[in-house]
């Protein structure tokens, strides 16, 4: 009894010091949570990867009554565990719902992501490729003129423009989608290419969307990264194929590109940094994807060399040489061509490319191109209204 007696006693002396120790531990457990995110403030936690995000982080605002506001967003861009909060998030949506977090963000039935931009709450996605976002008779005139205003310039100094536009993924690939695109639909950029053909007939006009659909059907790979808005290297060269034809048959350069697919060895590796999925839903390596490589099989004919020297300030522009190169392309870009240039660059003697689509008569003037293109993908058509030509006036004055 006595025996039963002592361990009874023990075992509440037991109890009352768990008790006691669950009590402290409950406010010291709560109060390190709270202190995790400033303690461990400004660093990268256990995430796969570090967290991308498609803006600027807010910065550091000057300390005053005015401020308090921009300092909340300045301390949320970085307090501590914020990627794995992110990730981890995006991770579980995911996978319990097959839904992203980003709405803009379209997941295909065979797990291709797609990216609308212009998509509008309540609104079904991608609403141009159904024929349902027309633009205005406004747009398409501003369009026009602003196209209008650099066909006229540079064809006074003999130097022919060229327009070229990029088609979009889900064009080129809607199954992947997961939509049926009616027969006969008309989309923002058919509604462009027919009134150009009206309106500034004198226009060269390289629209890329017949080339891509039919490469597709004997192209050995897919032709787009399936986690990200752009095409790969190998849809990047059939689009080049399509230009450097158009040039050719021109006359702007020899009869033949330069880039045939028979000089380069094609691959293809695993990728997990397509933009849709790191910047947009912040899970590189989630979704399955691979990128395509082009090596050439003999030495390239173009070297690049970066910035032009006399463009120090513009960290966006590209400059190439080709000593078997012929004539000088001036190229506003979009990303889109960050793939292109590797095959263009092979036909002209030299290549200035700056990302943007407002072109420049300084520029020309200062870099003497014998042809001048403006790229551009085909869901940003619209936004050429908003991009009028600069320093045209008397543009071959000396």
Not at 344 to 373: C, H, M, Q, S
């Amino acid at each position: 009894m006595l025996e039963n007696a002592e361990l009874r006693r023990r075992a509440q002396r037991s109890y009352t010091w768990l008790r006691k120790l669950n009590r402290a531990a409950v406010p010291l457990v709560f109060f390190a949570l709270i202190a995790l995110p400033i303690a461990w403030f400004g660093r990268a936690s256990f995430t796969p990867a570090p967290l991308h995000e498609n803006r600027v982080l807010e910065p550091l605002p000057d300390l005053s009554l005015h401020s308090l506001q921009r300092l909340e967003r300045w301390f949320s861009d970085r307090f501590g565990m914020r990627d794995a909060l992110v990730y981890y998030g995006s991770w579980l949506q995911m996978a319990r719902t097959g839904s992203p977090t980003n709405q803009d963000v379209v997941v295909g039935p065979n797990q291709w992501l797609f990216y609308d931009q212009y998509y509008v709450p309540g609104q079904p996605h991608f609403a141009d490729l159904q024929g349902k976002d027309p633009l205005s008779q406004g747009q398409l005139r501003e369009i026009t003129e602003n196209l209008r205003v650099t066909q006229k310039a540079l064809a006074a100094c003999s130097i022919p423009f060229y327009f070229i536009v990029a088609p979009d993924k889900q064009y080129v690939y809607p199954e992947q989608l997961g939509v049926r695109v009616r027969a006969g639909v008309t989309t923002q950029l058919d509604q462009l290419v027919d009134y150009l053909k009206v309106e500034l007939a004198e226009l060269r006009l390289v629209d890329l969307r017949p080339a891509l659909v039919d490469a597709k059907r004997t192209s050995p790979y897919e032709m787009y990264k399936r986690t990200d808005t752009h095409w790969n290297s190998l849809g990047a060269f059939y689009g080049y194929q399509a230009v450097a034809n158009r040039f050719a048959r021109d006359g702007i350069i020899p009869s033949a590109p330069a880039a045939t697919l028979d000089a380069w060895t094609v691959t293809q590796s695993p990728f997990d940094q397509g933009d849709i999925a790191v910047s947009l839903l912040s899970l590189p390596g989630y979704f399955k994807d691979v990128n395509t490589h082009f090596e050439k099989r003999t030495p390239r004919l173009s070297q690049w060399v970066g910035a032009p020297v006399d463009a120090p300030q513009r960290n966006d522009s590209v400059f190439s040489e080709n000593r078997s190169g012929h004539g000088r392309l001036l190229l506003y870009k979009d990303s889109f061509s960050g793939e292109l240039m590797q095959f263009i660059a092979e036909d002209f003697a030299n290549t200035w490319t700056y990302l943007g689509r407002d072109i420049d008569g300084d520029e020309v003037r200062r870099r003497k191109p014998t042809v001048v293109a403006l790229q551009i993908v085909q869901r940003n058509i619209k936004t050429l209204g908003n991009s009028p030509p600069k320093n045209m006036v008397a543009l071959c004055r000396n």
